[in-house]
């Protein structure tokens, strides 16, 4: 199993338990995620983030090519961080650690952290090369685009 790790941070305009509301409601995912992926929550617990929660979603990972994902809230720390895993989907290892600073009273900072693997390593170097790790960048990018456009900059 071959890991890798993505990281960005971006500071919203907006306060710290603002962007907490927004980040810890499971629903507010598919606003932030490219449209072309025609991503649909399609089930389970959709409170608040909380350990133990299973949320499922499907996704279009190519044309004609739509893959569910299932993924845990494993930890919790309200207003500083919550991490989702993988628990079914594309995905050999999928661990994505939210986490949000106040910069100021009206700034906070978001970051995201994700190590994962994909299946079928070795033969998966080629779809990471060609495929997965531009799908990354290019959903990571919507997410801060979408993100300016609906908090500001």
């Keep these: ?3 890798r790790e993505f990281s960005q941070s971006q500071v919203l305009p907006i306060p710290l338990a603002e ?5 810890s409601n499971p629903a507010n995912l598919n606003e932030i995620t490219p449209p072309d992926m025609r ?4 089930g389970g617990d959709l409170s608040a983030v909380h350990p133990g929660q299973l949320i499922w979603y499907r996704l279009q990972l190519a044309p004609f090519i739509y893959r569910t994902w299932v993924t845990e809230i494993k930890l919790v720390v309200p207003g500083e ?5 993988q628990r ?26 994700v190590v994962y693997a994909l299946p079928f390593w070795p033969f998966s170097e080629i779809a ?17 685009q ?3 456009r609906r908090f500001g900059s």
């Design 128 to 144: 990471h090369a060609l495929y997965v790790k531009r799908m990354h960048e290019k959903v990571f990018r919507y997410r801060q």
């Design 88 to 113: 079914f989907g594309p995905y050999k290892l999928w661990h994505h650690r939210h986490s949000f600073r106040a910069v100021s009273e009206t700034h906070t900072e978001v970051s995201d952290h």
């Design 19 to 23: 962007a907490w509301a927004f980040f």
């Design 81 to 85: 961080f919550f991490v989702d895993e």
């Design 39 to 42: 991503f649909q929550t399609l």
């Design 1 to 3: 199993m071959h890991l």
């Design 146 to 148: 979408e993100l300016v």
